[in-house]
């Protein structure tokens, strides 16, 4: 299932991002009065044509939202701590001291997981538990709170691309890509 959906819409003239996070819970139409959670459309789609679910699934939500969704861009979660490594760390402002006491392992167990508020230079793997983490006390449990932190990683990776000039260094953004190569669904 997909953990993430976020519609990003880049204004390369006035150099501004707007992202919105789309709850994972929010209800699908699969037609005759079906509906399913949307974070199922891409498995799907998926399913049904391999190594074209994020395609797929971006037409699908172009039609639903009736807006047009020029480009799509799947990572998993391998990729997204690789790039992120790959870039040396990102550096995040954690708005709230919090602590996550479910967050889930690779062999279906928990662990504890904490962050405390202020600067702090991430690590992929630290970056992935920070954006995903959906338990925490303080006000860091809700799926605003953890959208809210999505979207502080992705413009913590903007800004660190923007500062190494990445964006404009097609050799250092063809090297990034075959750091995730494995790890990407993209048109």
Not at 76 to 91: E, N, P, T, V, Y
Not at 97 to 125: A, C, E, H, L
Request: without cysteine; hydrophobic residues 35%.
């Amino acid at each position: 299932l997909t953990d993430t959906i976020i519609l990003a819409s880049i204004d390369l003239k006035e150099k501004r991002v707007g992202l919105l996070s789309i709850p994972r819970d929010v209800a699908y139409p699969l037609g005759g009065g079906r509906f399913e959670k949307i974070n199922a459309v891409n498995a799907y789609f998926e399913q049904d044509h391999p190594g074209e679910g994020a395609k797929r699934t971006a037409e699908a939500f172009s039609t639903l939202l009736e807006q047009p969704i020029d480009h799509v861009l799947r990572i998993d979660f391998a990729g997204f701590s690789k790039f992120i490594d790959a870039l040396g760390g990102i550096d995040v402002q954690v708005e709230r001291t919090f602590t996550d006491y479910q967050y889930p392992t690779n062999d279906k167990k928990w662990m504890t997981v904490s962050f405390r508020k202020g600067p702090q230079k991430i690590d992929g793997r630290t970056a992935l538990i920070y954006a995903r983490s959906r338990h925490g006390n303080n006000g860091e449990g809700s799926d605003f709170a953890r959208s809210r932190r999505q979207q502080i990683v992705i413009m913590a990776v903007r800004d660190k691309l923007l500062s190494l000039g990445t964006l404009t260094d097609h050799r250092a953004l063809a090297a990034l890509y075959t750091t995730v190569t494995n790890h990407i669904q993209t048109d």
